[in-house]
Nanobody
């Protein structure tokens, strides 16, 4: 069983930065593709970013390219999402996901999900 726990969310002002963390426990973290999704009030969950277990490739939604950076520390079993120049439209619950297969993560079909962390951006 794999468990994911997100942290780092909060109430920030537009233009601020945040780094979200997703701590993974259970099976071998380094063999899993990881991703981040978000869900704003009244909207469907959307893909934000993903990366291979090796960290060799990263993928981003067009709406966040240039402001969001996904990274991982396999020694700490943690994946991060650095968010810069936050905008009010970034307000959402942010979830991390894990799966051995990258395409499943990118498609929102990962086997494992965290409980989410709230990010609220005030204008």
């Amino acid at each position: 069983q794999v468990q994911l726990v997100e942290s780092g969310g909060g109430l920030v002002q537009a233009g601020d930065s945040l780094r979200l963390s997703c701590a993974v426990s259970g099976r071998t973290f380094s063999s899993y593709a990881m991703g981040w999704f978000r869900q704003a009030p009244g909207k469907e969950r959307e893909f934000v970013a993903a990366m291979r277990w090796s960290g060799s490739s990263t993928y981003y939604a067009d709406s966040v390219k240039g402001r969001f950076t996904i990274s991982r520390d396999n020694a700490k079993n943690t994946v991060y999402l650095q968010i810069n120049s936050l905008k009010p439209e970034d307000t959402a619950v942010y979830y991390c996901a894990a799966d051995p297969r990258l395409h499943r993560v990118r498609e929102g079909r990962g086997d494992y999900w965290g409980q989410g962390t709230q990010v609220t951006v005030s204008s």
